[in-house]
């Protein structure tokens, strides 16, 4: 399953792609902080990272977006500019029927470290671990984005496997030639994970 993790900013925004296997091996695809600089209108500067993203998920074709969920700040700016690209990315998603989660930054903490209060250091460090990356993905951005990918991945794969599905029935959009082989091997697994899954219950 490739995922798209972004970490919405409208001055950096951080933007990962990952292949995630059935068994949570995770490989490392792209990585990149879009940038807008301060002193363009919003409108302009919305544009920008809206160009950066169309053109990323055109060329990685993702199966899912994750994004940081948006949540209240002291700073009332940023809110605003973390929300605005929000919306232009799940806008991006939709018009490509790719599903959408949101996570917040505790959860994908967790997901990734084990601890939901665990700091950006830390996450980065296991950022590169799973991806097996030489070093931490820089700036944060970079590897919040990687993790939000990963993150997306692990805890809500059936999300994504149901996506798959609809794509299968040819419900949502498709890829050219049917299913890509990554996507049939998630398939594969999840149907397998449900047949082990029921014969342990029958033994019980």
């Known amino acids: ?25 995770a490989v490392l695809v792209d990585v990149v ?17 809206s160009d950066g993203l169309e053109a990323i998920v055109e060329e990685h074709r993702p199966h899912a977006v994750a994004l940081e969920r948006v949540f209240a700040r002291s700073d009332v700016s940023t809110i605003m500019g973390t929300a605005q690209i929000s919306g232009v990315a799940m806008l991006i998603a939709e018009r490509r029927a790719l599903p959408v989660a949101l996570h917040t930054p505790s959860e994908v903490k967790a997901a990734i470290t084990g601890y939901g209060r665990a700091d950006k250091k ?25 993790a939000l990918a990963i993150c997306h991945a692990w805890r809500t794969g059936g999300v994504a496997g149901a996506a798959v599905a609809d794509a299968a029935a040819g419900r949502g959009a498709a890829p ?14 999840e149907r397998a994970a449900s047949v082990s899954g029921a014969a342990r219950r029958l033994k019980e």
Do not use: E, N
């Open 1 to 25: 399953m490739r995922v798209l993790g972004i970490d919405p900013g409208l001055t950096r925004c951080g933007v990962g792609v990952v292949d995630v296997a059935p068994d949570r091996s």
């Open 176 to 189: 050219a030639g049917g299913l890509t082989p990554a996507q049939r091997a998630w398939l594969a697994a």
């Open 33 to 49: 902080v879009l940038r807008s600089p301060a002193d363009l209108a919003t409108p302009g500067r919305l544009a920008r990272i």
């Open 122 to 146: 830390q996450v980065g460090a296991m950022v590169a671990r799973i991806l097996g990356l030489d070093a931490v993905p820089k700036p944060a951005d970079a590897a919040d984005a990687l």
